[in-house]
């Protein structure tokens, strides 16, 4: 069905932000912000401006569909302006991105770990290197050779300052707030934590959790270093305790 449009002011379709005066048959070259003064009188007078004026929000919106879709027909191979059914806007379909991975596997150190929330798995995972992180918090792994004559409790507290020193630059004084065995991955484990403070007055919880997930016979052991700022800045320290809990080796 074709229609010709009244004269009236449209949206322009070159300038959608001005309004401009379509005579009934074609564009003129007046246009004006939608605030501005009234149109030049059409034939027909004040009558067609008290139509235009008493149009709703609603009528308005439909309109200005109705001529942008008609324009561009009238653009065409065309000279009437012919207005067709007004488009559907697609909907998009549902995200399908995968849920966040709830553990981390650590293929190099033959373990996985748990990411508690907000926590997030490294871009690039290599050996003595961070393997998670989140706001003011990190996690490294590392494996250490087989060495028959030392305990994990041993390799633990000879690791900490290590740990230290490389998670926080020039540290002024530690305070060590943890040393205990546990178990870790269904075997025998220590660690050590320390609270630390850096010579730029900053401070953190480093830890080093030390274990042998293979039993018996030579075996190499699992070092797992955490380092959390200290205070609103980092993470609670209790999510140094649920990623040791909850540590598994691989093939279990």
């Given at each position: 069905m074709s229609r010709t449009l009244p004269p009236g002011w449209y949206p322009d379709p070159d300038a959608p932000h001005l309004e401009r005066w379509w005579d009934g048959t074609a564009w003129t070259d007046h246009r004006r912000a939608p605030e501005g003064p009234g149109p030049p009188r059409p034939a027909g007078g004040a009558s067609g401006r008290a139509k235009a004026v008493a149009l709703t929000a609603s009528g308005v919106v439909l309109v200005a569909a109705i001529v942008s879709g008609a324009f561009a027909l009238a653009r065409g191979d065309g000279d009437d302006v012919v207005a067709d059914t007004v488009p559907t806007v697609a909907t998009p379909p549902p995200s399908t991105a995968a849920p966040a991975p709830s553990r981390l596997?650590?293929?190099l150190d033959g373990i996985s770990l748990p990411l508690p929330d907000g926590w997030v798995p490294a871009k690039y995972v290599?050996?003595?290197?961070?393997?998670?992180?989140?706001?003011?918090?990190?996690?490294f792994t590392r494996t250490l050779p087989a060495d028959s004559g030392a305990s994990p409790a041993s390799l633990a507290k000879k690791d900490i300052p290590q740990a230290a020193d490389s998670s926080y630059a020039g540290i002024r004084s530690h305070?060590?707030?943890?040393?205990?065995?546990?178990?870790?991955?269904?075997?025998?484990?220590?660690?050590v934590r320390w609270r630390v403070k850096a010579a730029q007055g900053s401070e953190g919880y480093v830890q080093s959790l030390v274990f042998t997930p293979a039993p018996g016979g030579p075996r190499n052991a699992v070092v797992v270093r955490f380092a959390f700022d200290a205070g609103p800045d980092g993470p609670p320290?209790?999510?140094?305790?649920r990623i040791t809990d909850g540590i598994r080796s691989l093939g279990r």
């Open positions: 596997v650590d293929e290599t050996r003595d290197n961070v393997v998670m992180t989140t706001d003011g918090g990190r996690v305070r060590v707030v943890g040393s205990e065995r546990v178990a870790v991955a269904g075997c025998t484990g220590y660690l320290l209790a999510d140094m305790d």
